[in-house]
C-alpha cells in the first residue's frame, strides 16, 4: 500500500511548480529561489513551488516580500497557493503577515484510483471534483484558444469541424472546473500533461 508520505511527494513532484512547455503569449516565467512566478495571465499571476528548500525566518519573509514586490511592479494580482503540508509550519501566518489574505478552504484528495470502492457522498458546502487529465485533443484545443485562436481557425489548423472544437473546448471546461474561454490559462498551467499513449 502506498503511504500517505508517497502520495504527498508524488503529488508535489507532479503538478507543483511546472511549467508547461507551451504557454499562452504574454505569459512569462520567473524563478526566485525554490518558487516559479508565472506572470502575465488575465486573471492574474501564479507563484508555484514543489516545497521552499528550507528557507525559514528571515529569509523567507524576503522571499515572500519579493513576490509581493514582482506583482506590485506590473500592477498585478496574484496568487499564492498554500498547502496543508508546506513547510514551515508558520508559513500561513507569515503570508498574512505580509498581505495576503486567505480564500476559502480547498481540499485535494489523493490516493490510488483502484482504492475509490465507488461514489462519494459529501454533505454541507463540500463539493466533490474530480481531477482527470485532459486528452490530447481536449488540451491543443484549449491550448489553442488560451494563445486567441477563434473555433473557426482552430478547427481549420487541427482539420476538424468547429463542432469538434465546441466539444473539446466544453469537456476541457467541465475537467477543469472554469467557465469561460479567459480562464484557460491558469488553468492550463496547473494541469499535468497527458501521458504518453
Known amino acids: 500500500m502506498v ?118 457522498t459529501l454533505g454541507g458546502e463540500l463539493v466533490l471534483r474530480g481531477v482527470v487529465s485532459l486528452t490530447a485533443s481536449e488540451r491543443r484545443t484549449a491550448e489553442m484558444a488560451a494563445e486567441g485562436l477563434t473555433n473557426r481557425e482552430i478547427a481549420q489548423a487541427l482539420f476538424v469541424t468547429e463542432k469538434t472544437v465546441e466539444g473539446h473546448l466544453g469537456h476541457a471546461y467541465r475537467k477543469l472546473d472554469i467557465g469561460s474561454r479567459s480562464e484557460l490559462p491558469k488553468a492550463l498551467i496547473r494541469q499535468p500533461e497527458p501521458a504518453p499513449a
Not at 516580500?65 to 513547510?87: I, M, N, P, S, T
Not at 498581505?99 to 470502492?117: C, H, L, N, R, S
Open 3 to 120: 503511504t500517505r508520505e508517497e502520495l504527498l511527494v508524488a503529488y508535489d513532484t507532479r503538478l507543483r511548480a511546472r511549467v508547461p512547455d507551451r504557454l499562452p503569449a504574454g505569459v512569462e516565467v520567473e524563478h526566485d529561489g525554490p518558487l516559479v512566478r508565472l506572470l502575465g495571465l488575465p486573471s492574474g499571476g501564479f507563484v508555484g513551488y514543489r516545497d521552499l528548500a528550507g528557507l525559514d525566518g528571515p529569509e523567507l519573509d524576503a522571499l515572500i516580500a519579493r513576490q509581493v514586490a514582482a506583482f506590485a511592479e506590473r500592477g498585478e494580482r496574484f496568487e499564492w497557493k498554500l498547502h496543508g503540508h508546506d513547510r514551515p509550519r508558520d508559513l500561513p501566518h507569515r503570508l498574512r503577515a505580509a498581505g495576503f489574505v486567505a480564500e476559502a478552504a480547498e481540499t485535494v484528495m489523493i490516493g490510488q484510483v483502484d482504492a475509490v470502492g465507488g461514489p462519494l
